[in-house]
């Protein structure tokens, strides 16, 4: 039995440390070669990091949150049959060496001297803890251990489910929605009757460690809010001949071809009247004092995953027709929403699209993307009563909200031009003209 150091390796990117995101393995387990060690994140990317060889966990380094420089032992491994080492060790085990590993533990004699005993004799080796044994979730264990999203909490409390009495499928034994989907399917048994409003008090407390991907998105706002005077324009539009359109073309669009939301006409619309509103579409480099104003139309989008917030984009809006840009929306949201989603796929925006959907609400302040200059938030549409030519009409109203960097874009600059996207809206005809 030896020992092995695994060290965090070159990820690449210029890259000199990573932050722990999430570990795939404790002290005792016992790994194959390329099973999954730790999610490791990047300014650039979250990386999983596999295991380089079969083994024992015998230690980890670092916990949930904390920064490991590039060339830091990362993990120990007992290894079968190895006489023990390092990275480097392993790496040159067909180097020849001065003698047999069987001579190490050979007796030492009297007759040798002091220092022969010394370079002969093995090092003092420390026995591995013991594998820990993971006992199967029961009821009864302590609400603080159960590893489980807000929302995966607030249905189980809905539906009278205990959580301690399920064991997750995620990472670390995070429960996720398919496991209370599969426990509720399989008649699994609830707390009795879901309680009401009043017959219980609630008590509970959970600690979340603000890491990874929300420590960067939680640093990126800090950033965007503190350093961005932000100028905020709230507008409504009528987009029932849209809607009108929208529906034709999804009931003649050809099998191949994606289903159009109103995102995609939105994008084609502001691609089309960008080059009249180049104050808005770029990045503003503050410690520079130089501003970017971009031809391409790169469109972020903003998307809600299981992980968080990301941002990925619609490259060269203005290059693609509306079922490209509907496909190409529906590419790089989903796979922002997998984890599939490359480098290039979410990065290079110039400008922000954070849609609400079905919670659209009426109104927001969207928070700009730094470095860019603008952001507009598209909220849920919905049958209106408005008066038209002194009549009252159902028509189908949507509210747009947008922010601007307020020392770079005018004010009369962003209302120009969520007026000019209103008009396109309104007439969608202009939008392919």
Known sequence: MGTYEFKLPDIGEGVVEGEVVTWHVSVGDKVSEDDPLVDVMTDKATVTIPSPTDGVVSSLSGDVGDMIAVGTTLVEFELEGSSGGSEEAVEEESAPVEEPVEEESAPVTESQPIEEKA??????????????????????????????????RRRARESGVDLSGLSGSGPAGRIRHADLDAFLAGGGSVMGAAPTAYSTKRTEITEVKVVGLRRKISEQMVKSAFSIPHFSYFEEVDVT??????????????????????????????????????????????????????????????????????????????????????????????????????????????????????????????????????????????????????????????????????????????ASLIQHLKRMLEHPALIFM
Not at 131 to 140: H, L, R, V
């Open 241 to 414: 001949e849209l809607e009108e359109l929208r529906q034709m073309l999804n009931s003649s669009r050809s099998p191949e071809q994606p289903k159009l939301t109103y995102l995609p006409f939105i994008m084609l619309a502001l691609s089309k009247i960008m080059p009249e509103h180049p104050e808005c579409n770029g990045h503003f480099y503050d410690d520079s004092g130089v501003v970017h104003r971009h031809s391409a139309v790169n469109l972020g989008i903003a998307t809600q995953t299981e992980r968080g917030l990301y941002v990925p984009v619609v490259k060269h809006v203005e290059s693609l027709d509306i079922w490209d840009s509907a496909s190409e929306l529906i590419r790089v949201s989903g796979a922002a929403r997998d984890g599939t989603a490359s480098l290039d796929d979410l990065t290079g925006s110039t400008f922000t699209i954070t849609s609400l959907g079905r919670e659209g609400g009426l109104g927001a302040t969207p928070i700009i993307n730094h470095p860019e200059m603008s952001i507009l938030g598209v909220h849920k549409a919905r049958d209106m009563p408005v008066v038209r030519n002194g009549q009252i009409v159902v028509r189908r109203i949507m509210n747009l909200s947008s922010s601007f960097d307020h020392r770079v874009v005018d004010g009369a600059d962003g």
């Open 119 to 152: 370079a002969k004799a093995p090092p003092p080796k420390i026995s591995p803890p013991p594998p820990e044994i993971k006992a199967p979730a029961i009821a009864g264990k302590k609400s603080g251990s159960i590893l489980a999203s807000p929302a995966v």
